[in-house]
Each structure stands twice: as C-alpha cells, then as structure tokens.
T-cell receptor, first 112, second 108 residues
Framework: DSGVTQTPKHLITATGQRVTLRCSPR?????VYWYQQSLDQGLQFLIQ???????AKGNILERFSAQQFPDLHSELNLSSLELGDSALYFC???????????FGNGTRLTVT | GIQVEQSPPDLILQEGANSTLRCNFS?????LQWFHQNPWGQLINLFY???GTKQNGRLSATTVATERYSLLYISSSQTTDSGVYFC??????????FGPGTRLSVLP
C-alpha cells in the first residue's frame, strides 16, 4: 500500500458529462501529480501541485482542471467528456516536490 | 524534452529464469525510478535510483547516469513478476517522463 488514496476506483459516464476524481496524498507529502494512462499514449503527465500551488503543467487539455486544497488533497475535474478520455487516471505524491513518487491505485474512467 | 527508451518491448520467460531490462535516456537526469504495473493496473515503486546500484530481494537495479542508462535485473522470475515495467526520469526544470515500458510475461 503506497499510502496514496484515489476515489472512485471506477467511473462510467456518458459523453458530454463532467466528473471529479479525488486524491489524498501520503501523510506528510506536499506535492501531488496527475497522470493519464490510455492504451495508445502510455503514461502522460498532466499537472503537478506543490503545497497548494501549481508547479508544472504537462499535456493537460483545456477541458481538464485540477486543484490542491489546503488539506493537501487534490481533485482533477474532467468536463465535456469525449470517448477518447477513457483511461486510467493516476495520482502520485512526493514529500518534496521531487522524486521518488508514490502512486495511488488509479481511477478507471470509461466514457460511453 | 528528454526521450526515454526501454528494451525489450516484450519479454516472455519461463518461471525461474533471469532477465535484464534496459532504460536509455537522451539527456542527463537527476532522478530515475523503476515501477512495476501489475495485471490489475497498480503502479508499484520498485527503486528510486538516480545513480549506483540497489538490491531488493530478487530484484536489483543499476543506473550509470554518465552513460545515460539504467538496468533492472530480475532473478529467479516468478509468475507474480508478470506485468509492465516502466522507468521514469526527471531532470531539473522538466517533467517526470515515463518510458514506453517492457511487458514481461512469466510462464509457469
């Protein structure tokens, strides 16, 4: 058990809808990362927060947004969902904002 | 940005065999991790190894940062070792980049 908690584990929704994925980092970790893993794209970095502030941004679509709250948990919001957004979404945390990263078990999103 | 390559892309072993997985990267890095993604999709942290050699049971890893590669050794493989092995690298000012992975199948 990595200590990183992601909810929900599975999510099935329709195109055009909006969903929120939640991540609680390991106790004491200040940084949260979001990754998307789809079949044909591998593991793609989306965004990183450190102590509530955005630190780095990757290939995150404009339809997606994220934030890290004062209690350090993070949410990833996905809107106007498309079939191609179906993927496994991982959250990871680290103590300092640098590796090593510890990953949660992911949220499997299916858009129908 | 940094390019990460892993070889071989696929590997099939008989239980008990040994294997070596390789990760090459295109630029100098300050951080490198190896992960195992099991058949249930969980990403498990194996090693944080920006340089040098580490061992954990049947697994060991070596990173030669000056030559831009890392190796993951699996000895006496077991069926539970099956899955995809990823290396991920980071250089300051860049994002943590994953390689495409090596898919390992260990047959009983």
């Amino acid at each position: 058990d990595s200590g990183v908690t992601q909810t929900p584990k599975h999510l099935i929704t329709a195109t055009g809808q909006r969903v929120t994925l939640r991540c609680s980092p390991r106790s004491g970790d200040l940084s949260v990362y979001w990754y998307q893993q789809s079949l044909d794209q591998g593991l793609q970095f989306l965004i990183q927060y450190y102590n509530g502030e955005e630190r780095a941004k990757g290939n995150i679509l404009e339809r997606f947004s994220a934030q890290q709250f004062p209690d350090l948990h993070s949410e990833l919001n996905l809107s106007s969902l498309e079939l191609g957004d179906s993927a496994l979404y991982f959250c990871a945390s680290s103590a300092t904002g640098w590796p090593p990263l510890h990953f949660g078990n992911g949220t499997r999103l299916t858009v129908t | 940005g940094i390019q990460v390559e892993q070889s071989p892309p696929d590997l099939i072993l008989q239980e008990g065999a040994n294997s070596t997985l390789r990760c090459n990267f295109s630029d100098s890095v300050n951080n490198l991790q190896w992960f195992h993604q099991n058949p249930w999709g969980q990403l498990i942290n194996l090693f944080y190894i920006p340089s040098g050699t580490k061992q954990n049971g049947r697994l060991s890893a070596t990173t030669v940062a000056t030559e831009r590669y890392s190796l993951l050794y699996i000895s006496s493989s077991q069926t539970t070792d099956s899955g995809v092995y990823f290396c991920a690298v980071l250089n300051y000012g860049q994002n943590f980049v994953f390689g495409p992975g090596t898919r390992l199948s260990v047959l009983p």
